[in-house]
C-alpha cells in the first residue's frame, strides 16, 4: 500500500485520463507540468481509499460519483484570507455608501472556499451601514468542495486565519472561544447563506440580480472556452450597472463586447 510521502506511479495515459475527468466536471485545465501535483493529490486519495495503483483508482472512480467529487476537492487548492484584496472591498464600501437609501441588497460570493470572503463581505457591509439588520441583505455563498462548506458554515478559525480582520472588525464582529479559535458572530454569519454548486454545471439555481459577484482566484483554474462561458452567465446575473471582482491575476478577455467596462482594478461594471 503507498505510504505517506510516497509518490504513486502514473503514466501519461492515467494523468491525461484524471485531466479529462477534471475538464469534464469542474472545468478544469491542468497542464502538463501539474503532473507531479496532481500525482501528490491522487496519491493521497488513493491512501484514503486503501488502493495501490493509478489503474486501480481510476476504476473506483468509474464506479463512485462522490469519489469524483473528491478528487475535484482535491485538485483544487483552497487558499482564502480575510480581506484579500483589500481594494474590492472598499469598492464595495463606496457603493454602499452612494446607495445609502436602498434597502435592497444581493451578493454572491462564488468559490467562497472556507468562508473568509463572504464573511468579510457582510463585515464590510455591516461597518458600513449600521443600521443592516433591518435591511434585506443577503450573501449567497457557494462552492464546489464540501469540505470547505462546512468550514465556512461552522464560521470559527484559528488565530493565524483571522490576521487580514482589522481591529475593529475583529472586535466588533468576532468572539474569541476558550480555545483560542474565533467564531464569526451570528449576526454576521446571518446574512450569509452557504451552498454547493458548481460553476461548470450547465444550470444555476439562483435568478439574481446581484448588486455585485466577486468570484476571485477561481477561473484561473479554468481553460479559456469556460472562462469565455462564464462571462454572459455572470452579465446576466448582474443588476444593470452592478459589479463583477475577479481574482488579481484573471481578466476578462477579451473585454470588448463583454457588456463589461472596467471600473478598478479587476472590477468590471456591468454595462
Not at 25 to 41: C, D
Not at 72 to 96: K, Q, Y
Not at 205 to 214: R, S, Y
Request: charged share 25%; glycine share 8%; hydrophobic share 40%.
Amino acid at each position: 500500500m503507498s505510504q505517506p510521502g510516497h509518490s504513486i506511479g502514473m503514466s501519461d495515459a492515467e494523468f491525461q485520463h484524471i485531466v479529462a475527468i477534471a475538464a469534464s466536471e469542474a472545468g478544469l485545465a491542468i497542464p502538463e507540468t501539474k503532473k507531479s501535483l496532481v500525482q501528490s493529490r491522487v496519491a493521497r486519495r488513493m491512501r484514503a481509499l486503501g488502493l495501490e495503483t493509478c489503474a486501480t483508482y481510476l476504476s473506483a472512480l468509474s464506479h463512485d460519483t462522490d469519489e469524483t467529487q473528491h478528487l475535484i476537492s482535491a485538485l483544487t487548492t483552497n487558499v482564502s484570507h480575510f480581506f484579500r484584496e483589500r481594494h474590492h472591498f472598499d469598492h464595495i464600501r463606496d457603493m454602499l455608501q452612494a446607495g445609502l437609501g436602498q434597502r435592497r441588497w444581493r451578493f454572491w460570493s462564488a468559490g467562497c472556499s472556507n468562508g473568509q470572503e463572504p464573511y468579510s463581505l457582510a463585515m464590510e457591509i455591516a461597518a458600513t451601514l449600521k443600521d443592516s439588520a433591518q435591511r434585506d441583505i443577503r450573501i449567497l455563498a457557494t462552492d464546489i468542495d464540501h469540505s470547505v462548506l462546512k468550514k465556512a458554515k461552522a464560521g470559527i478559525y484559528d488565530s493565524g486565519e483571522i490576521d487580514g480582520v482589522p481591529p475593529d472588525k475583529r472586535s466588533a464582529f468576532l468572539e474569541h472561544q476558550t480555545d483560542g479559535s474565533y467564531k464569526v458572530k451570528k449576526s454576521i454569519q446571518d446574512m450569509v447563506k452557504f451552498g454547493k454548486l458548481n460553476l461548470n454545471a450547465d444550470g444555476w439555481p439562483m435568478k439574481g440580480p446581484f448588486n455585485a459577484i466577486m468570484c476571485r482566484n477561481v477561473v484561473i483554474y479554468f481553460d479559456e472556452g469556460t472562462q469565455s462561458r462564464l462571462w454572459p452567465r455572470f452579465h446576466r446575473l448582474l443588476e444593470p450597472g452592478g459589479i463583477l471582482m475577479l481574482g488579481h491575476s484573471e481578466r476578462i478577455h477579451p473585454l470588448a463586447g463583454s457588456g463589461f467596462e472596467a471600473v478598478g482594478v479587476t472590477t468590471y461594471r456591468r454595462i
